[in-house]
């Protein structure tokens, strides 16, 4: 029995007969919806191109007279060993064997067959409804905000697949109380699209406006965690002002050029100009909206008859905490960023070799600006490579005689490769010597309080710059094997990114398929491909 798919024009006979090939016609001449549910890199949209086949047939692949070995959609013989080649996709899949523009060929381990692919079906077909999210800083908050409104709005899940859904359950496991812990927790809170040279990152509007969907929820809950709807892009240099008044001109809705006389007169600082970012661009006080967010996610789960628990747990990598996963959650989430490597959760030997990432120490200065000192600057943030960051005044809700202006900073922040970390007069003078052109005054005045830290995780620079390590994943760890996803190396974009990004995933986990990420981003698997 030879068994064959047919995609638009082309025909392509399995590479072998085989009993798994049968059952897989069996499946999929039942319900084209396996191709939904197996872990496959083949797009969604290919079901309206694709119908499957079998025809009696005593020929193998060799002898098949339509495809001779020198066709150009087939892999050379050592390829079709090493890789065990058995269809093609009309719609480019993107894997790593893709070949030629017009498709991509897809092997059984594609298909998640490497082992017993049936018992995987079975489990994929299963409804989603208890998920556990390591991590709960920016992305991991993110997800389970995504999972909850999803579920609720009925958007993300089993519709359309005759599966029912039971309530979802979220556990998010953290080593900290929320919004104490992690790399997201001593973030600068400067939001905006731009890169240091003023250049719109990818995805930026898009990330900006969800990012403030989120902004605009936790602040119902934390009034507090918006400090400012602005800030200001400070030109130290001739560069820097072309670079920063062709943003003006690209982007006026949310940049505006000021000349250096402005900046003095409403900063106080000697510069040649800066943009204010607004429209959306805003200081946000993390750990605040952190809390915000958390309790959004408690209120959403108490609106669509779901659950959603903050388990303090230090989850590390080994074979007893992946048991724990297994045998109590559907779906593991894994979005503690540098936490992923330093606790060893992949199971899959060195995590560095793993994931195409660094781990980067960031420190930062907390400053105190005295009472009687005049604070020229006022309350606003600045952004010029280092940034000026002021924190919430703290002061009682009733107090509204009090003036509103900022008494402690945050100067920001190191980048720290190596292993062995600075010490703080270390800290303090690459801050000073970096930040101190465009605000002498609070290096003058202020006193430094104390040092903070937190250890990001960056991914490695590709055609779009530093994105985010998202997907599912897969190990070669007998004991890790269960369904896994990610959302990591966010890095200094955490705030940016974590909305758009965060939302995708949950749609994809909801509906247990990693193709609905090529939706939104053609390239979302580039991280695979880089390993």
């Known amino acids: 029995m030879t068994h064959q798919f047919v995609l638009s024009s082309v025909a392509i006979p399995c590479r072998t007969s085989c009993s798994r090939a049968l059952l897989l016609a069996m499946q999929l001449t039942a319900s084209l919806h396996y191709l939904h549910c197996v872990y496959a890199g083949i797009p969604s949209q290919i079901h309206r191109y694709c119908t499957f086949a079998t025809r009696k047939s005593t020929l193998n692949l060799r002898s098949y007279h339509t495809f001779p070995a020198a066709h150009p959609f087939w892999p050379s013989a050592s390829s079709r060993e090493s890789s065990a080649i058995v269809g093609f996709v009309y719609k480019p899949c993107h894997d790593r064997r893709t070949t030629g523009k017009h498709g991509a060929f897809f ?42 409104d999803l579920r609720r709005t009925g958007s993300g899940g089993n519709e359309g697949t005759g599966i029912a859904y039971n309530p979802l359950h979220i556990t998010i496991y953290d080593k900290s109380r929320v919004g104490e812990g992690g790399a997201s927790a001593v973030a600068g809170g400067l939001q905006h699209p731009f890169s240091p040279k003023g250049k719109l990152i990818h995805f930026g509007m898009q990330a900006l406006e969800q990012s403030n969907r989120l902004v605009q929820i936790a602040t119902r809950h934390q009034p507090s965690c918006l400090i400012k709807p602005h800030l200001y892009r400070i030109a130290l240099s001739e560069v820097n002002v072309k670079q920063l008044q062709d943003t003006a001109m690209k982007y006026p809705q949310i940049a505006t050029w000021m000349s250096k006389e402005e900046i003095y007169g409403l900063l106080g600082a000697d510069t040649l100009g800066g943009l204010k970012l607004g429209g959306g661009c805003q200081v946000i006080d993390v750990p605040s909206y952190l809390k915000g967010l958390w309790e959004a996610c408690e209120a959403r789960a108490n609106e669509c008859n779901c659950s959603i628990s903050w388990e303090q747990r230090e989850i590390v990598g080994d074979c007893h905490n992946a048991q ?66 002021p924190l919430p005044n703290n002061k009682p809700e009733n107090d509204v005689h009090t003036e ?122 580039w991280w695979k491909q880089k390993k």
């Not at 079906?121 to 920016?138: D, E, F, R, S, W």
Request: charged letters at 25%; a neutral charge.
């Open 107 to 148: 092997s059984w381990k594609t298909l998640g067959c490497s082992s017993d692919w049936t018992e995987n079906y079975t489990k994929l077909k299963q409804p989603i409804n208890n998920v556990a999210v390591i991590g709960g800083g920016l992305a991991g908050l993110s997800v389970a905000y995504h999972l909850l």
């Open 324 to 389: 724990f996963l297994k045998n109590n959650h559907d779906v593991v989430i894994l979005a503690a960023g540098a936490g992923i490597v330093h606790d060893k959760m992949l199971l899959d030997g060195e995590d560095d070799n793993v994931l195409p990432i660094q781990l980067v120490r960031g420190q930062a200065i907390v400053m105190d600006l005295p009472q009687e000192s005049d604070a020229v600057f006022g309350s606003e943030a600045l952004l010029c490579g280092k940034y000026v960051s």
């Open 404 to 525: 509103s202006i900022a008494r402690k900073f945050v100067i920001g922040a190191t980048h720290e490769f190596h292993s062995f970390k600075l010490d703080q007069s270390q800290v303090i003078e690459e801050m000073r010597k970096r930040s101190y052109p465009f605000v002498p005054r609070l290096w003058d005045r202020g006193v430094v309080e104390r040092i903070i830290t937190g250890v990001r995780m960056q991914s490695n620079r590709g055609k779009f710059g530093r994105m985010p390590i998202i997907g599912r994943l897969e190990s070669s760890c007998e004991n890790d094997q269960f369904n896994k996803w990610i959302l990591a190396g966010l890095s200094s974009r955490g705030l940016i990114y974590h909305g758009i990004f965060g939302r995708w995933l949950a749609e994809a986990v909801l509906r247990n398929d990693e193709t609905l990420l090529r939706q939104h981003f053609e390239e979302f698997d």
